[in-house]
């Protein structure tokens, strides 16, 4: 028979392991709650680590330099010319414009942002040639040229290609030579006679040459684009004004009475390769 200290004894042992089990499930919660609440702190740490972030946009001004060569096309109005040209028996240079080549520079001013100052300039000429019935040749030849200071402002709209406004102040002029030839050929002693003789008479050629001068404005916008870290291109469209005319014949005689139309003012189409730093 079992007493009843055995059975106080039994119950014993069995409040003691159901004790011990006890503390041991509670050790394993917390160490269960330890391991989730540190689980979920580095959940949270990782999208932030692993999330991809954009690059930062660049905010620095603009830096480098460049030169450029620059072919173009100049839509100015030839008709007052022609009406010139043919009045005296030559012929017409056409209704086209007159194309361009040039060349330019800039760099980027450090005091202001995305500034840059340089120079630009172009020229181009036209001519044109006749015969008339009594075998008398007339050629004409046009030039026009300008150049002066730029000054641009640049806005970046990817890493590579800028847009860019700005204007050329400068000077032109406009060069038309006359020349006259009959074939006959030209002696010593004819030259002096001519020169001796007032007004001159069986001359067997003559040449004259018309010159104006302008105050040159051309404001301009381009479209650039650096292929590489040392070479662009770009595609320009400006207008040219020319103002304030002053002509002489010969380079040495006032010539007056010269249309106000007589001038290269036109749209300029022009594009460019360009070298140096972007």
């Not at 028979?1 to 503390?23: A, K, N, P, S």
């Not at 949270?44 to 830096?63: F, V």
């Not at 139309?261 to 070298?275: D, Q, T």
Request: with cysteine.
């Amino acid at each position: 028979m079992i007493r009843w200290f055995e059975y106080l004894g039994l119950f014993g042992y069995i409040g003691l392991v159901c004790d011990r089990d006890t503390q041991h499930r509670r050790i394993e919660m917390r160490k269960f709650l330890a391991l989730f609440v540190l689980l979920c702190f580095a959940g949270s740490l990782s999208p932030a680590q692993e999330e991809p972030i954009p690059p930062r946009r660049g905010k620095a001004p603009k830096m480098g330099l460049f030169g450029a060569f620059m072919p173009g096309y100049l839509d100015m109005d030839l008709a007052p010319v022609n009406e010139f040209i043919t009045a005296g028996g030559g012929a017409a240079f056409g209704d086209k414009g007159v194309w361009m080549l040039g060349g330019g520079g800039s760099i980027y001013i450090m005091v202001l942002k995305n500034f840059r100052i340089g120079g630009m300039g172009m020229g181009g000429s036209v001519s044109s040639s006749s015969i008339d019935l009594y075998g008398v040749r007339r050629d004409a030849d046009l030039s026009l040229s300008f150049g002066g200071l730029t000054i641009e402002y640049v806005v970046p709209i990817t890493e590579k290609l800028d847009f860019a406004v700005g204007a050329m102040v400068g000077g032109g002029g406009m060069h038309l030579q006359l020349q006259q030839m009959t074939g006959r050929t030209n002696t010593w002693t004819e030259e002096r006679d001519l020169f001796g003789t007032w007004p001159p008479s069986g001359v067997p050629n003559i040449t004259r040459t018309l010159d104006g001068s302008f105050f040159v404005l051309t404001p301009a916008a381009h479209i650039e684009y650096a292929i590489l870290g040392w070479l662009g291109v770009r595609a320009s469209l400006s207008h040219t004004f020319m103002m304030f005319p002053s002509w002489q014949v010969d380079s040495s005689y006032d010539l007056l009475n010269v249309p106000s139309k007589v001038k290269g003012n036109g749209l300029l189409f022009s594009l460019g390769i360009m070298v140096g730093t972007f």
